[in-house]
């Protein structure tokens, strides 16, 4: 191999099977090599793919970039490469690495941050870095390196070692299937061109979402480019830094914190052989989860559809191009492809019609409430932000409540007598979220509905959320949207008994000099602190009653 490597000017390579039997032989030029595609040929996730490479170098390079990310990504049992003498042709020394087994996030994080910290520009860029034999603490890295030698003096026992390295890969993956059976292990990445802080806010929120919809979160990546790649998002080095890790980690799923296209969505699949989903995907499931009724079913279904319906596209193993012309039809008929669109598109009006049926079935319901002239308050806010608590403790309710998003669906009506024999019907409304999918507020519009007959909207929000200011703009967006904004409404500072009197009169402080209005402070979990709520609804309730309610924006 040196000899004719030497004699052409070109790198000249091998991939040997565990037999030490040549399976591929390629030829490349002065500077790389190129390795055979594999297609989609998957390898088990206990298993390399019982090829190593060896290849020459010709400019007495050690192993490069390239050298270790086809080892990664191609998930090859090892990669070598012999230094060819420039004068006589002859092998040089022979440098050799392999992958690690990885037991947890914390690992990966520490090699990643280890380097930044020794080249912050590629790791700012999301470039692979050579990991330089020497490297200290070499079981955090991604590559371990056998001892650089002659190739007579290579005396490493390989299926010894690649039949241990296979037994550890097996070891972890199983211990991490015991201990999260069940469920999907998920990367998390996000692309952004604006500053990096509301970034990490806003992935902060997607790791709370993938939490509330039972995925185990393994790892996350963020990166700040110029501009976002229009078929990626991801720049190449931070794409290949992905792979690596998702492969090394043992992922199932990658979500990204932003809307992908169609075209987007099948790239990235293709390019980490993983499911790719995005925020509002991952929103739509959560809601999937949750839907109890029979009208949230259906509107989460007919969010979904309606997100999928400009997915379909033609998959590569898909059965998409058939063509489905019947007998003495004319042209060729209909692809399955647009049979599936057309199935699609009739459930969606179908859903429709259901979805409006509801819609005035709830209107009905909503008129006979207003002909019994009871007050209507609706409390809404930030998913999470503890409203149905709110609502069980002031009607003494067993409304399903937890500390996940988008616990509440269904919305839920309930008498409430106030201070001075006064009578209210509260309703508990779906929880809101910054960047909700437009199909997923439509689908629920008939249930958003229910808020606009409301004589005063309780605004609760979390007041231990370090992003409060973000979560009430957001819920404000929404409520502009929906034009429920003329409604006289108040703020609720909820949660209040987890944060300092400082830190809550900071927060009080700045949504009063941020909308002009005025903040009660509670713990939905204590009782004790209810009664200047419902002092307060109870006064507004009279005011809006005897016309002299102003417009408050919140």
Do not use: W
Not at 30 to 47: H, L, N, Q, Y
Not at 204 to 229: G, K
Not at 445 to 465: P, W
């Amino acid at each position: 191999m040196c000899e004719i490597s030497h004699e052409t000017g070109r790198q000249i390579g091998v991939l040997l099977n565990r037999k030490g039997q040549v399976e591929y032989v390629m030829v490349g030029n002065a500077k790389s090599i190129e390795m055979p595609d594999f297609g989609r040929s998957r390898v088990s996730t206990d298993r390399f793919r019982g090829l190593r490479c060896v290849h020459t170098h010709l400019q007495n390079e050690k192993l490069t970039q390239d050298d270790l990310t086809d080892l990664a990504l191609l998930r090859l049992d090892l990669m070598s490469i012999v230094q060819v003498d420039r004068n006589t042709g002859l092998p040089g020394l022979v440098h050799s690495a392999h992958l690690v087994p990885i037991s947890g996030k914390e690992s990966a994080k520490q090699a990643i941050d280890r380097k930044e910290a020794r080249d912050p520009a590629k790791g700012s860029s999301g470039n692979l870095e050579i990991f330089e034999e020497g490297d200290p603490d070499p079981k955090n890295l991604p590559f371990a390196y056998l001892e650089a030698a002659l190739p007579s003096q290579l005396d490493v026992d390989f299926i010894a070692l690649i039949t241990s390295l296979e037994s550890e890969m097996a070891r972890v993956r199983q211990t991490a299937s015991k201990r999260q059976t069940g469920r999907d292990r998920v990367i998390l990445v996000g692309v952004t061109t604006g500053f990096i802080d509301d970034a990490e806010e806003s992935m902060a929120e997607l790791a709370e979402l993938a939490t509330s919809a039972d995925v185990l979160v393994l790892d996350t990546i963020i990166q700040r480019r110029p501009q976002i790649d229009p078929k990626t998002l991801l720049g190449r080095g931070k794409l290949e830094e992905l792979l690596v890790r998702s492969m090394r980690l043992g992922a199932d799923l990658i979500v990204f914190d932003t809307e992908l296209s169609p075209t987007q969505v099948r790239v990235l699949s293709e390019a980490t052989d993983l499911k790719v989903i995005d925020r509002p995907q991952l929103i739509l499931d959560i809601f999937a989860q949750r839907a109890q009724s029979r009208e949230g079913k259906l509107q989460v279904e007919l969010a979904q559809l309606k997100y999928l319906l400009p997915r379909l596209v033609m998959g590569q193993n898909s059965a998409f191009s058939r063509l489905a012309g019947g007998i003495g039809g004319r042209g060729p008929g209909e692809t399955k492809l647009e049979t599936d669109r057309r199935r699609v598109r009739d459930r969606i009006a179908q859903l429709e019609r259901l979805v409006d049926s509801l819609g005035r079935q709830r209107q009905e319901r909503r008129k006979r409430r207003v002909q019994k002239k009871l007050p209507i308050v609706s409390l809404v806010g930030y998913t999470n932000a503890g409203k149905s608590t709110l609502l069980n403790s002031l009607t003494q309710s067993d409304v399903y409540a937890e500390q996940k998003m988008f616990a509440t669906l269904d919305p839920t009506s309930r008498r409430l007598r106030l201070p001075f024999d006064q009578e209210v019907i509260i309703n508990d409304t779906v929880g809101f979220i910054r960047d909700l999918p437009d199909d997923l507020v439509a689908a629920f519009r008939a249930t958003l509905e229910e808020i606009a007959d409301s004589d005063l909207l309780v605004h609760v929000v979390d007041a231990s959320n370090p992003r409060v200011m973000q979560q009430i703009e957001s819920v404000r967006k929404i409520l502009a949207d929906l034009e429920l904004t003329s409604i006289p409404e108040f703020v609720v500072l909820n949660k209040a008994d987890l944060v300092t009197a400082d830190a809550l009169d900071t927060v009080r402080r700045s949504i009063q000099l941020d909308k002009g209005v005025e903040c009660v402070a509670i713990s939905a979990i204590r009782k004790d602190s209810l009664a200047p709520l419902t002092e307060r609804i109870g006064s507004r309730i009279v005011e809006h009653v005897n016309g002299e309610a102003d417009v408050i924006a919140v």
